[in-house]
């Protein structure tokens, strides 16, 4: 047997299968904690499936500077809950998704690790050592709302491996693409391209654990140890990845042909699609790396003067849960009302706060790259006009003001008539529109060339008395054209 403690490594390799046993454990217990769960009737669900897609959704949505949504994981695995159970309705279907969600955060604990306990002994004495580890961890987003992202154990739970060198499974992975396509297999170069993908998530991710560490702390970074030689190392990793997956893609249009399966232009078409993907991230894991150097000198300049922190941690249970219950409830209110306000952040309310409003309006533009092309133009709908009275009230309406003659009629007797003319017909409103073609007479009298009449509403000083309207109350007149009183009525304005 190979001798376990020669150099002392672990040899026989154990400790990495021992975690990835571990990593695997926590969506495997979701298959046994289903019984648990007889009361919701959920049985008929595949739990480890549906952990499986979620993280599958976060890998694939989250990129180098934010997650995943919450509702979009939460609609990818309802969706394949929906397949396993059709016969249940979208709200269970929700449900088990947030369920699943929310376990593989492992929420309800301190910390949300997930902890195995594995033993090695590299110099002859074996020794107890707790592997920690997350799934998916939840991190602010550009909004403040909270995000998801997938860890590398999560990664390596897809992809089945624990504890190795991204960047070296990531060549492997490329090189198996390559050879795939080459012999025309497209169905498993297509199984191929998707772990590819992966791995080039997994890679991001790693860079951006390692860059996070100095904006955390720059005092616990070596710019030459730490971030400089990886920088350089990542910069040609990077390099030699995309030089690799675009000599891949330009194979693959011209390999179309010796394929040896029913090889259609659709499977072609989704391996250039991922292909591209790979591109695309790597190309912004590049441009993040690039800017390395500009964000240590920033974290270096604002962290100078800043002096450490000192934390004092309070025991919940003991120190204030335990005391707190031995008091009595009008001694421990006002002791729980200060440890909520204190230990409450405040909220800014939701009104424009002036200075943010003054900042904003200052801002330079933002120079535009002139690319049109990423511009999304709208797409408008036909929208149906809905006018907001009838064709029967307007013939109401001028009905009613056909009672107006030469010794004229009150707006307020007008508004009595609409009022009993709506309770008679159930028409509501009408006493709006009357209140608002009397008002437009007020200011353009209406001239009948059939009759050589003009209809108008003057004001002579009267006040409004009613229950829903103020102001004043017009007097509605109609005489000849010629001797219209409304030519000299007084340019006092009257308000409806």
Same mark, same amino acid.
């Given at each position: 047997?190979?001798?376990?403690?020669?150099?002392?490594?672990?040899? *026989?390799?154990?400790a990495?299968?021992?975690?990835?046993?571990?990593?695997?454990?926590p969506?495997?217990?979701l298959e046994?904690?289903?019984?648990? *769960?007889?009361?919701?009737?959920?049985?008929?669900?595949?739990?480890?499936?549906?952990?499986?897609?979620?993280?599958d959704?976060?890998?694939?949505?989250?990129?180098?500077?934010?997650?995943a949504?919450?509702?979009?994981?939460?609609?990818?695995?309802?969706?394949?809950?929906?397949l396993?159970?059709?016969?249940?309705?979208?709200?269970?279907?929700a449900e088990?998704?947030?369920?699943?969600?929310?376990?593989?955060?492992?929420?309800?604990?301190?910390?949300?690790?997930?902890?195995?306990?594995y033993?090695?002994?590299?110099?002859?004495?074996?020794?107890?050592?707790?592997?920690? !580890?997350? *799934?998916?961890?939840?991190?602010?987003?550009?909004?403040?709302r909270?995000?998801?992202?997938?860890?590398?154990?999560?990664?390596?739970?897809?992809?089945?491996a624990?504890?190795?060198d991204?960047?070296?499974?990531?060549?492997?992975?490329?090189?198996k693409?390559?050879?795939?396509?080459?012999?025309?297999?497209?169905?498993?170069?297509?199984?191929?391209a998707? *772990?590819a993908?992966?791995?080039?998530?997994q890679?991001?991710?790693?860079?951006?654990t390692?860059?996070e560490?100095?904006?955390?702390?720059?005092?616990?970074?070596?710019?030459?140890?730490?971030?400089?030689?990886?920088?350089?190392?990542?910069?040609?990793?990077?390099?030699?990845r995309?030089?690799?997956?675009?000599?891949?893609?330009?194979?693959?249009?011209?390999?179309?042909?010796n394929?040896?399966?029913?090889?259609?232009?659709?499977?072609?078409?989704?391996?250039?699609?991922?292909?591209?993907e790979?591109?695309?991230?790597?190309a912004?894991?590049?441009?993040?790396?690039?800017?390395?150097?500009?964000?240590?000198?920033?974290?270096?300049?604002r962290q100078?003067?800043?002096?450490?922190?000192?934390?004092?941690?309070?025991?919940f249970?003991?120190?204030?849960l335990? /005391?707190?219950?031995?008091?009595?409830?009008?001694?421990?209110? /006002?002791?729980?009302?200060?440890?909520?306000?204190?230990?409450?952040?405040?909220?800014?309310?939701?009104?424009?706060?002036? /200075?943010?409003?003054?900042?904003?309006?200052?801002?330079?533009?933002?120079?535009?790259d002139?690319?049109?092309?990423?511009?999304?133009? /709208?797409?408008f709908?036909?929208?149906?006009?809905v006018?907001?009275?009838?064709?029967?009230?307007?013939?109401?309406v001028?009905?009613?003001?056909?009672?107006?003659?030469?010794?004229?009629?009150?707006?307020?007797?007008?508004?009595?008539l609409?009022r009993?003319?709506?309770?008679?017909d159930?028409?509501g409103?009408?006493?709006?529109?009357?209140?608002?073609?009397?008002?437009?007479?007020?200011?353009?009298?209406?001239?009948?060339?059939?009759?050589?009449?003009?209809?108008?509403?003057l004001?002579?000083?009267?006040?409004l008395?009613?229950?829903? !309207?103020?102001?004043?109350?017009?007097?509605?007149?109609?005489?000849?054209?010629?001797?219209n009183?409304?030519?000299?009525?007084?340019t006092?304005?009257?308000?409806?």
């Amino acid at each position: 047997m190979t001798d376990a403690r020669v150099g002392g490594r672990d040899t *026989l390799g154990l400790a990495p299968r021992v975690k990835a046993l571990a990593v695997a454990d926590p969506v495997l217990d979701l298959e046994r904690r289903k019984p648990l *769960l007889t009361m919701r009737g959920w049985a008929g669900y595949q739990m480890e499936e549906l952990a499986l897609t979620a993280i599958d959704t976060v890998t694939l949505k989250m990129d180098f500077e934010d997650g995943a949504r919450h509702e979009d994981v939460v609609e990818a695995v309802a969706r394949v809950a929906g397949l396993q159970m059709p016969d249940r309705n979208n709200e269970e279907h929700a449900e088990v998704a947030r369920w699943i969600l929310d376990s593989l955060l492992n929420v309800g604990t301190v910390d949300r690790d997930f902890s195995h306990v594995y033993g090695m002994a590299p110099e002859g004495a074996y020794a107890s050592h707790r592997f920690s !580890f997350k *799934l998916l961890r939840e991190v602010a987003g550009h909004d403040g709302r909270p995000r998801l992202r997938v860890s590398n154990e999560a990664i390596a739970v897809l992809v089945g491996a624990v504890d190795i060198d991204i960047a070296s499974e990531q060549v492997a992975a490329d090189a198996k693409l390559e050879a795939l396509i080459r012999r025309g297999r497209l169905t498993d170069a297509y199984r191929a391209a998707e *772990l590819a993908l992966r791995r080039t998530v997994q890679y991001a991710e790693y860079i951006r654990t390692r860059l996070e560490g100095m904006r955390r702390d720059i005092r616990s970074v070596d710019w030459i140890r730490d971030v400089q030689g990886m920088q350089t190392e990542a910069l040609e990793h990077i390099e030699d990845r995309i030089n690799a997956e675009s000599t891949i893609k330009d194979n693959l249009v011209r390999m179309m042909e010796n394929s040896t399966e029913d090889a259609t232009p659709a499977q072609a078409a989704e391996l250039i699609e991922i292909l591209e993907e790979c591109l695309r991230r790597h190309a912004a894991l590049q441009a993040n790396l690039q800017e390395a150097g500009e964000r240590f000198r920033a974290e270096q300049e604002r962290q100078t003067f800043v002096p450490p922190p000192s934390r004092s941690y309070v025991d919940f249970k003991h120190q204030l849960l335990q /005391p707190t219950l031995e008091l009595p409830v009008r001694q421990a209110y /006002p002791l729980l009302d200060g440890f909520v306000a204190a230990a409450t952040p405040p909220r800014r309310p939701a009104i424009v706060y002036l /200075p943010d409003l003054i900042a904003g309006l200052m801002t330079l533009p933002a120079e535009r790259d002139g690319d049109d092309g990423l511009i999304v133009e /709208p797409e408008f709908g036909d929208a149906e006009d809905v006018s907001a009275f009838s064709d029967e009230q307007y013939t109401a309406v001028t009905s009613l003001l056909t009672r107006a003659d030469a010794d004229g009629i009150r707006l307020s007797a007008l508004l009595k008539l609409a009022r009993r003319h709506t309770a008679n017909d159930g028409r509501g409103k009408l006493d709006h529109l009357l209140a608002l073609q009397v008002l437009g007479l007020f200011g353009a009298p209406r001239y009948d060339p059939e009759h050589g009449t003009t209809l108008a509403a003057l004001e002579d000083g009267n006040e409004l008395d009613d229950e829903l !309207f103020a102001g004043n109350d017009l007097l509605v007149l109609r005489g000849p054209a010629a001797v219209n009183p409304s030519i000299e009525k007084d340019t006092k304005e009257a308000v409806v």
